[in-house]
């Protein structure tokens, strides 16, 4: 049964860092391909970073030269690193096998002064 699990969540000012991570239980893993969504209050959910098998990356724009998207096949995780928070980066964060579209439960970020 597939299980993604999100930590690295909390709080932080503008400007402040962030490092979440999702440890992942699934056959394969190295061949899915893994992103992090996310979704702040009375908005849609959004793609934040795509990584595939082979490391290629995309992100959305707003996020583009501050996030990060990894992984580390042989730990079956995958990180995204933010950088520059800001207070729109405030949402629920959800790593997913794109895959197979499953999703984990999300972890909370909270940018605020």
């Known amino acids: 049964q597939v299980q993604l699990v999100e930590s690295g969540g909390g709080s932080v000012q503008p400007g402040g860092s962030l490092r979440l991570s999702c440890a992942a239980s699934?056959?394969?893993?190295?061949?899915?391909?893994m992103g992090w969504y996310r979704q702040a209050p009375g908005k849609q959910r959004e793609v934040v970073a795509r990584?595939?098998?082979?490391?290629?990356?995309n992100y959305v724009d707003s996020v583009s030269g501050r996030f990060t998207i990894s992984r580390d096949n042989a730990k079956n995780t995958v990180a995204l690193q933010m950088n520059s928070l800001k207070p729109e980066d405030t949402a629920v964060y959800y790593c997913v096998d794109l895959t197979t579209n499953y999703w984990g439960r999300g972890i909370q970020v909270t940018v605020s002064s």
């Open positions: 990584i595939s098998g082979s490391g290629i990356t």
């Open positions: 699934i056959i394969g893993f190295r061949s899915h391909v």
